[in-house]
Structures are given as structure tokens and as C-alpha cells.
């Protein structure tokens, strides 16, 4: 079975500085998906960013970009220039890619990193 | 992006009565639906999988008779917490899946449920 594990369950960061949450996975697939969720105090779920595990070159969304590093099996999330805004919990996920739908839509969620964002 | 609709945000209701939360997709047909849910601080914890016109699928340790889901059509699945007692007071979200592979998932808004 996948598992996802977040090591850091708080972090924080001081405004416009950098800070990058640290996500590791255990799975035998070698096609898979993984992405960074954020959970604002609205405790909606939003996706932040996504990494299809056949590309090797690392996602990146505005100040948001990962590092994946397929054989270490690690999944880091770094966000730049932080903002207020940023605050939240972060959830790293795991999905394989669907030959039966239900499966393959299955996401593992890590266990989160609660983000504080000092002004 | 696809828009998943969660309803009642927040709901107080007296221990022993039903509850029942729905989810809609506005903007795609959800064949697969997924509810999760989640404590204070702490990960989402998936109880069931459900597929339109079949029945819902559930994590070990869920029981079917008490969280009942019904996923009657393409855009609508409904969770129903049954004779809801205080530990059931947590936060319940639905997952609209996509039928294509590396699609993502989207998420409704979550529902509080406070039972009293």
C-alpha cells in the first residue's frame, strides 16, 4: 500500500521570505501522480500544485514549485516570496493513474504542515 | 476549473437525529464520488467510495449502516449520518472524481456537522 508522510507538522516562514515543506512517499508503481494541497482556516480543499511521475522536469505554479526526486522518492514543496495568504495547512497526496476508475482516483493524503506566515 | 457544490456548510443538529449532506457537480458528471472526514488538525481519512447507481464502497472501520451514501445520479451523492450521536461532530468533505486517468480531483467546500 502507498503511504505519504509529511515530517513537519508546523512550520513557519517570515513574509516575502522562502520556506520549502518536505513530503516523502513509499510505492512500488512507477507511473503515478503527486500533488500539494493547501487547506486555508476555510478548510477548503485547493490544489496548489501537481507532478505527473514520467516528467522529469519539476512543477512549477508562480511562487510555487516542487522538487521531486523520483528515486529518493521525495516530494518537497517550495514557496517563494511568502504571503499572508500562504497561511494554511499543506497536504502532500499521492495517486496512481486509473485503469479502473475508482482506484485510480484514490488519493493517500499525508498527515499535513500547518504553515504560519510571520509579517 | 470544475466547480463541486457541498451543502449545508455547517449543520447543528440534536443526538439521534439524521443528518444528510450533498454534494453536487455544477459543471461535469461525477461518476465516482468520494467522501472524507477529517478532525481538527489532522488528515482527511477517506470512509467510502461510491459510483452512480451502485453501491457505495467503504473504508474498514466505517459503518455502512450509520454513514449511508446514495450516489443516485451523475451529479448528486448525498452522505446521511444516521441516529448521529457527538462523536460524529467533525468535518466532512466530498471529492469529485474525473473519469479520465491524471485528471485531478475536486473538492466541495466541507461540511461541519455539530451534534448536540
Known amino acids: 500500500a502507498q503511504t505519504v508522510t509529511q515530517s513537519q507538522p508546523e512550520m513557519s516562514v517570515q513574509e516575502a521570505e522562502t520556506v520549502t515543506l518536505s513530503c516523502t512517499y513509499d510505492?512500488?508503481?512507477?507511473?503515478?501522480?503527486l500533488f500539494w494541497y493547501k487547506q486555508p482556516p476555510s478548510r477548503q480543499m485547493i490544489l496548489v500544485i501537481r507532478q505527473e511521475a514520467y516528467k522529469q522536469q519539476n512543477a512549477t505554479e508562480n511562487r510555487f514549485s516542487v522538487n521531486f526526486q523520483k528515486a529518493a522518492k521525495s516530494f518537497s514543496l517550495k514557496i517563494s516570496d511568502s504571503q499572508l495568504g500562504d497561511a494554511a495547512m499543506y497536504f502532500c497526496?499521492?495517486?496512481?493513474?486509473?485503469?479502473?476508475?475508482?482506484?485510480?482516483?484514490?488519493?493517500?493524503f499525508g498527515e499535513g504542515t500547518q504553515l504560519t506566515v510571520n509579517p | 476549473g470544475a466547480v463541486v457544490s457541498q451543502h449545508p456548510s455547517w449543520v447543528i443538529c440534536k443526538s439521534g437525529t439524521s443528518v444528510k449532506i450533498e454534494c453536487r457537480s455544477l459543471?461535469?458528471?461525477?461518476?465516482?464520488m468520494f467522501w472524507y472526514r477529517q478532525f481538527p488538525k489532522q488528515s482527511l481519512m477517506l470512509m467510502a467510495t461510491?459510483?452512480?447507481?451502485?453501491?457505495?464502497?467503504?473504508e474498514q472501520g466505517v459503518e455502512k449502516d450509520k454513514f449511508l451514501i446514495n450516489h443516485a445520479s451523475l451529479t448528486l451523492s448525498t452522505l446521511t449520518v444516521t441516529s448521529a450521536h457527538p462523536e460524529d461532530s467533525s468535518f466532512y468533505i466530498c471529492r469529485a472524481g474525473l473519469g479520465e486517468a491524471g485528471t485531478e480531483a475536486f473538492f466541495g467546500q466541507g461540511t461541519r456537522l455539530t451534534v448536540v
Open positions: 497526496a499521492y495517486r496512481t493513474p486509473s485503469i479502473e476508475e475508482t482506484s485510480g482516483s484514490r488519493l493517500t
Open positions: 510505492t512500488s508503481e512507477s507511473d503515478y501522480y
Open positions: 461510491s459510483n452512480e447507481g451502485s453501491k457505495a464502497t467503504y
Open positions: 459543471d461535469f458528471q461525477a461518476t465516482t
